[in-house]
Each structure stands twice: as structure tokens, then as C-alpha cells.
């Protein structure tokens, strides 16, 4: 029986999936942030881009890529629809001709000045939810899981760069164990024929005529 006061706890399936908890949690952390902002206001994507890019103008989209955490196909979209607004404005990057740069324009800094209290005031309303002893260790869990999150590309890159290397490794050696199994066929033909030809020479040295006895009889 469950105690008066506390509520039972379901264990397994959904109660025990990570990756449904946290999605569960991320439409909390939403929803709350939308009240906050309100209907008007910039969508937590955009105030991401844009506080990214007041930290370090003349980020182009890879480094907003980083920065942010947001895909790079969505980004493009997002920069290309916020520029259009008027909230950033891109220019040629000074590092790499052929990338785009963006920076904050006069409106795109004004809309980020009046988000951070709306953002500030979301945070608080999350983090209440929790127990003040916790909100420290739950933000230091969130920010390990960024890291990794992070770091996952690279490490996406050095697998697969470690896959392709044992891959080609495997062939060589295979190349080489067919070539040296061919090589040990060709020796042992090699030597069956002299074999055989040393056979042949030697029936040579002792060979007899047969004569049918028909043939004596007539003699």
C-alpha cells in the first residue's frame, strides 16, 4: 500500500527512459519559456543565435553551429529568416572569403536586451522546481551532457576515420593472404611437375620393348 501523502513511483518502460524524461522536460523548459516571452517575443532559438553572436561578432554559420547546438540546415533557415527581420546582418567573413559573417544589427540587439529578463525569469521558474540543494548538481549534470553533445561530432569524425583505416587494413592483409595462398599453390604445382618430369626420365633409363608373342611365335 502506498503511504498517505506520497505518491508511488512506476518504474519501467517510459519512467525508466532517459530519452523520454529529458523530451518530457525539454516541453516544460519550452512551454515555460514561451509564457515568459510571450507571443511577441524571440523564440528560444533566436535568442540563442542572437546572444551567441553578441558574446563573438563575425561568427559564421559553422561557428554558430558550435555555439549553439542548433543543425546546420535549421541555422541556415533561422539566419537567413532573422536577417530578412532585421535582427542580423551578414557580411563576408574576414577570415574566410567564402564564408558569410553575421553581427548583431541596432534591432537585433535591442530585441536581445529586452529577451534576457523574460529568459532570466524562465530560468528562475525551472530551476524552482527543483529543491535548492539540487539546482547546482542539475546544472552540472546539463552542462556534462552539453559537453558530450559537443563533443560528439568529433568523435562522430575520428570513429568513422578509425573504421575506414581498419576497413583498408583488412584488405591488405586479405591481398596479402590470397597472394601468398597463390604463391604456395604455384610452388607445389612447380614441384609435382618436376616431380613428374624426374618420373618420366627415370622410366626412360630402364625402358623395355614388348614384344606380343604372336610376333615370337612367327619368328
Known sequence: ?????????????????????????L???????????????????????LEAVSVRSGLTQTDLVK????????????????TTKGLL???RSALDARAKAVRLSEAGQMALEAARPRVEAADKRILALLPKTKREGFL??????????DAAPEQ??????AAKKAAKEARKAEKAAK???????SKKKK????????????AGAVEAVIIPLKDVAKG
Open 89 to 91: 546582418e551578414r557580411e
Open 156 to 161: 562522430a569524425k575520428a570513429e568513422a576515420k
Open 27 to 49: 516541453q516544460l523548459a519550452l512551454d515555460i519559456y514561451v509564457e515568459e516571452a510571450g507571443p511577441d517575443g524571440l523564440t528560444q532559438r533566436q535568442f540563442a543565435v
Open 191 to 202: 614441384k609435382v611437375v618436376e616431380a613428374v618430369a624426374h618420373t618420366d626420365a627415370d
Open 67 to 82: 555555439a549553439t547546438g542548433i543543425d546546420r540546415s535549421t541555422l541556415a533557415d533561422l539566419v537567413a529568416r532573422m
Open 1 to 25: 500500500m502506498v503511504k498517505s501523502g506520497k505518491q508511488a513511483k512506476i518504474k519501467g518502460g517510459l519512467a525508466d527512459s532517459p530519452s523520454h524524461l529529458m523530451h518530457r522536460v
Open 140 to 149: 552540472d549534470l546539463l552542462t556534462s551532457l552539453t559537453a558530450a553533445a
Open 179 to 185: 597472394k601468398a595462398l597463390d604463391g604456395g599453390k
